[in-house]
Each structure stands twice: as C-alpha cells, then as structure tokens.
C-alpha cells in the first residue's frame, strides 16, 4: 500500500527522513525501528571533516527554527570508515547527501561514496550556510546542472538533485537538473532568514542568517513541489515543514511521489513513524489501494 | 537505557524563588532510569509556537513515587508558558536525555551558580551519605532559596552573592579557591554560565583534582542529530552537548 521506487531506490514507505534532521538515523533508533523508515538521507557529508559554523547555530521561530550548522560532519573517510558500518545492520534505503566546494569535489564524492550500502546520491547543491559552493550551485541554472552531470559520470547508483527555494525560477532549476540527468529532484531545502536580538541589537546566528524550516515554510514548500511535479518527467522528493500524515498527503497530492519529513523529528521523535502510519490510515478511510493513487491529484476543478 | 517520551501529569508546581518554579510531575519509566546531571526535552505546548523543547535538567527523581521534578528560571515564552501548566495538568516530556556525572569519589565539592544549582540537587541526593560541601552562587539573598534545599544534602554549605546581601561577596570561583587550599577534595562538580565554569576548571586543575562541568547550549534535537549545541573540544573533535555532555571532564572541553 505504502512501497514506492524512487529513481531505482525501492522504499517501504513513500516518507524519508530528511538531511541534517535525523543524524545518521542511529540517534532515532530508540524512537523508530529504522527498518521501516523509506530511506534514511544523512547529513551532508563532504570530503574532509567540517568544524561547522561558530556562535550560535539556532533560532526558533513562529512554527519554524532558522539554522546556520555549516555543514558540520565528520567526512568522508569517516563516514566510511565508522558510519556505514553500523548502518548496514538496518534494512533501508542509505542515501547520502553531499556537499563540494567545486563541481569536480562533488563528482569525487560520488565516486569515493558509490559503495556496497549506499543506494544513492542527495546532491545538497542547496545549502545556504556554506560561504563557497553549496547555494551558489543552487541558483544558477547552468552551474546546477555542471554538478549533476559530474556527479552522474562518477556513479552508477541513482542520483537526486536538492533544490533550493531561494530562486526566482524554481522551475527553470528543475528543468535543468533534469535534462543534466538527474534522477529525482527533492525540494524544498530552508529558505534564508535572519533574526535580530532586541536587547543587544546583534544577529541571534553567529552567521547572521540561516536556514527557515518547519511548518513556517509549508505553503512556499508545497507551491513548490507543485510546480516543479508540473514540469518535469522524474520523480519529486516533497520536504519543507512535514509534520503529520494529512500535510504528507498535500505534497502527495500537489504531485510529490515521496516525502521527507525535518524539523518534525525534533519536536515530535516518533514524527517520521507516524506520518507514514498515517499515510496508511488516510489511505485506508479513503478506499484507495495505493498511495500512488494520491500523487498529483489536486483538483483543480472549481466548485 | 532507552530513550521515550512520555505523557507527564503534573502533581506540584510552586513558585519557590524570584521567576522560579518547582515542577514535579509522575513519569515512573523517567524515574527509575534517570541519572544525575541528565535532561528532559519538555514540549511546553501542544501548538507549533514555540515549536521546538525546551531542555532543563532533572533536579530531582523519587523513584519510590515514579515522580521527577524540574527547578526552572522564567525567561521567554516557552518557559513562561510552562509556567501556567496546573497540577492535574499533562505535560509531553522526552527523556532521560545525555550522560550524567560521576559518581565515584569520596570526597566531592559542589560548584553551582544560579539555575545551575538545579542538577546539583539531585546529584547530591545521589552522593549521600558522603559527606558533601557545596558553594552556591547566585545575585543576591533572594535568589539563595537553594540554601533550604541543600541544607539536608550537604555537610557544609558556602555562599557567594554578587551584591553581598548573603555570604560572601564576589563570585563562586572566589570562594573556590580558598576552599581547594583549606581542604581536601577528589572531585569537583560544576555547572553554572560559562565564565564560571571555566574558572572552576582552571583551579581545580591546578591542583590535580578531577573536574566534571555541565555545559549549556541552544539545542533543538536533544539527541546528537541537529548538531546545533556542538562545542570544540581539545582533542581537535567536537562534541554534541546535548548526546556527548551535558556533562564533560573540564579537560575534554577546556584547555
Ligand atoms: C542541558 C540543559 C539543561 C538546562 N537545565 C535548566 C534548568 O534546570 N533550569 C532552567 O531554568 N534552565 C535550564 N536550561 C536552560 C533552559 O533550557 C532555557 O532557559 C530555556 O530553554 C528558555 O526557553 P524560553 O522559551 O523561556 O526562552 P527564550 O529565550 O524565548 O527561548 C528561545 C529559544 O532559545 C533557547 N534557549 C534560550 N535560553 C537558553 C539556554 N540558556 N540554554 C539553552 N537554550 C536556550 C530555547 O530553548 C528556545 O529554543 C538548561 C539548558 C540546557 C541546554
Ligand atoms: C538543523 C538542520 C540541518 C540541515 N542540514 C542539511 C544538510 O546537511 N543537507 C541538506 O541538504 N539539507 C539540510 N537541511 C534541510 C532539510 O533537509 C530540509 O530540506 C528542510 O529543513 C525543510 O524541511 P523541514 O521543514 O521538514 O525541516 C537541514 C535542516 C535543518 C533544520
């Protein structure tokens, strides 16, 4: 009722956990059984350890939280060495996000990254609290879609381009990534914020602005999502402010073939585990047999 | 020791100082596995604003009545809105969250200043019977309600105010130093805002003594995923407060 394939990756459940949100997944593990999890996406990895940003790297918001980690992870070599391992005792889908400084660093990773236990590529050419790289691949067409086909010559296992919300076309970036051969298109990643402490006139981010996430950005997430599902051919990865199983259904039906859920893991542990539970129940009440059957069914008809 | 959350019911909640509060609500699963120096996640609201817990410490466990209880400072709007929950009320809490203190010494001596003497209650019940000294800090006599708390815990009890109104004037550290040269002590426990704690680092280090501080961050996950409450430690790594501390080695975390 609930298994879906995305671009070659076969899932339990059409609902993700997004990057930086759920760790490993390990850190969860007392709260979800990760065996029943769609995929599990990681936190951005790069080739070499990052410290991450300094100063404060939280602010919460109204129904949101801005973020300015920076990337903090251990590397590749690490990630290799001591997180895969661990995670290969879980029966799901692996998917690692990465992050280069340069097109070519993206294509390395992949390469370095295509191993026994990982079942695809996240490109994170998004991230907006990373001084080079990260968002400026994310907000020009043409360099989104030099980092996808780099990556696409490096690997053989399916890979998903990230985009950003921080454009004036999300459509134009989709478009690109997928003629660049992109498998599946996942948005949104956070939209960029600011906030500023009253008392001491200062930024609250130690790197002024962040990352907004939670169900702040739903409705921009959702516009998204169904922009992009009207334009492009491969699959749509649905995220940005997911908390329970009816806001999953929204991006179903605006045309995501999957979701990922966030911010939601923070506040609610068991949120990734419910919302497909959910999902199941909705589908359930409703009569359908497949949650495929919801996938881009917004009606338009008026009245 | 696995994590959950549960459906808390409120039994008490008193005002015990200035923006104080004492919560203590039934969570038997919480009670018999919580540790001292330890924390919950306390979701202050069912709403989505504010969105995110709130850390605070477990000040006090009753594992016999499957109670815990939290001291708390008002300060913004979720605590402010943890305030007006009523006995009878339901809180949703996620814990026991991090590692707790050591609890192998003989002779211990407890730093704690302002809301930071919170997990020092409970760490001290934890120690009893030895024989334990404390130096409490806070702004002035108001805010030293610690002092009836304490007074059954502790065999010795020392106060530093800013202002002088009760005690010693000046801060924690100052009364520490005097304290590590008078006595004899194999561990010293701190937590407290950041100067502070470093300062107690500084001096107990140099006299050998080991040194266990509770570090404070803005935090989002509580569990070692968001990587928001991280801090460079001397090894060249880094460490997550809130998975790898709240409670470090002072040598892990300061050089
Ligand atoms: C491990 C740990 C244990 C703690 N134990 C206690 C305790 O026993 N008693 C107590 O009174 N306080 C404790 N604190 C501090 C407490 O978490 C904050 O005072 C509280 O989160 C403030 O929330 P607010 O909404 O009222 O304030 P606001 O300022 O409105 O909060 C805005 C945001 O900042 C965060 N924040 C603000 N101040 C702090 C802070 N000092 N530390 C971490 N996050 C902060 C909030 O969680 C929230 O996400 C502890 C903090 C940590 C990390
Ligand atoms: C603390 C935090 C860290 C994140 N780290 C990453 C990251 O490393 N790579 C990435 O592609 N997205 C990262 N994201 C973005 C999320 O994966 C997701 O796209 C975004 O938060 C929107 O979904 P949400 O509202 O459900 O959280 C992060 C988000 C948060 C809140």
């Known amino acids: ?303 | 020791m696995p994590k959950t959350v549960v459906k808390a019911s409120v039994l008490e909640h008193t005002l015990i100082g200035p923006q104080v509060r004492r919560l203590t609500f039934a969570a038997p699963i919480l009670a018999q596995q919580a540790l001292p120096g330890q924390f919950v996640h306390v979701k202050v609201t069912e709403s989505i604003v504010p969105l995110l817990r709130r850390p605070i410490s477990i000040a006090d466990v009753n594992p016999d009545n499957g109670t815990l209880t939290l001291i708390y400072r008002i300060v913004g709007q979720g605590t402010s809105l943890l305030a007006e929950v009523k006995p009878g009320g339901q809180l949703d809490i996620m814990g026991p969250l991090g590692n707790g203190f050591s609890l192998e010494t003989e002779r211990p001596l407890l730093v704690g200043g302002g809301i930071g003497l919170a997990p020092m209650v409970y760490l001290a019940k934890s120690l009893c019977p030895r024989p334990i000294t404390i130096i409490m800090g806070g702004r002035n006599k108001e805010e030293m309600y610690w002092q009836e708390i304490f007074q059954s815990l502790c065999r010795s009890i020392h106060i530093t105010t800013d202002d002088g109104s009760l005690g010693r004037q000046g801060f924690t550290v100052d009364a520490l130093s005097d304290m590590l040269s008078a006595d004899t002590f194999d561990i010293v426990y701190a937590c407290g805002p950041q100067p502070m704690l470093e300062g107690v680092a500084r001096l107990a280090t140099a006299k050998n003594i080991r040194c266990q501080v509770s570090l404070e961050d803005h935090m989002a996950c509580g569990v070692g995923a968001c990587l928001s409450c991280t801090c460079a430690a001397t090894d060249g790594k880094r460490r997550k407060v809130c998975a790898d501390g709240p409670v470090f080695w002072a040598e892990e975390v300061f050089s």
């Open chain 1, 1 to 303: 009722m609930l298994a879906v394939t995305i671009a070659g990756i076969s899932m339990k459940t059409p609902v993700m956990t997004a990057s930086g949100t759920f760790g490993f997944g390990p850190e969860y593990s007392d709260f979800v059984d990760l065996n029943t999890i769609g995929a599990i996406v990681v936190k951005g990895t790069t080739l070499a350890p990052r410290a991450g940003n300094s100063g404060c790297r939280i602010a919460e918001t109204p129904a949101g939280m801005l973020n300015s980690i920076g990337l903090e992870n251990p590397g590749s070599d690490e990630f290799l060495k001591a997180t895969l391992p661990k995670l290969k005792k879980y029966d799901v889908p692996i998917i690692v996000n990465i992050s280069g400084n340069t097109v070519e660093e993206y294509g390395k990773l992949a390469a370095k990254l295509s191993v026994n236990g990982v079942a695809g590529f996240e490109l994170n050419i998004s991230c907006p609290n990373v001084k080079e790289g990260g968002i400026a691949f994310g907000t020009v067409p043409q360099s989104a879609a030099a980092v996808v086909r780099e990556v696409k010559k490096n690997t053989h296992l399916p890979v998903i381009a990230k985009l950003s919300p921080n454009v004036t076309d999300i459509v134009a970036m989709a478009r690109a990534v997928e003629e660049a051969g992109a498998d599946a298109i996942s948005l949104i990643n956070t939209l960029l914020g600011m906030a500023i402490d009253t008392k001491s006139w200062r930024p609250v981010l130690g790197n002024v602005v962040g990352g907004l996430s939670g169900p702040a950005v739903k409705p921009v997430a959702l516009r998204m999502v169904w922009q992009v599902a009207n334009a492009v051919n491969v699959p749509v990865i649905g995220m940005g402010g997911i908390m329970t199983a009816l806001d999953a259904v929204e991006f179903l039906l605006a045309g995501a073939s999957a979701v990922a859920v966030g911010t939601a893991n923070f506040v609610n542990p068991y949120a990734a585990a419910e919302v497909a539970e959910g999902l199941c129940e909705y589908l359930k009440e409703r009569g359908l047999s497949h949650v495929q059957k919801l996938v881009g069914q917004v009606n338009h008809n008026i009245g």
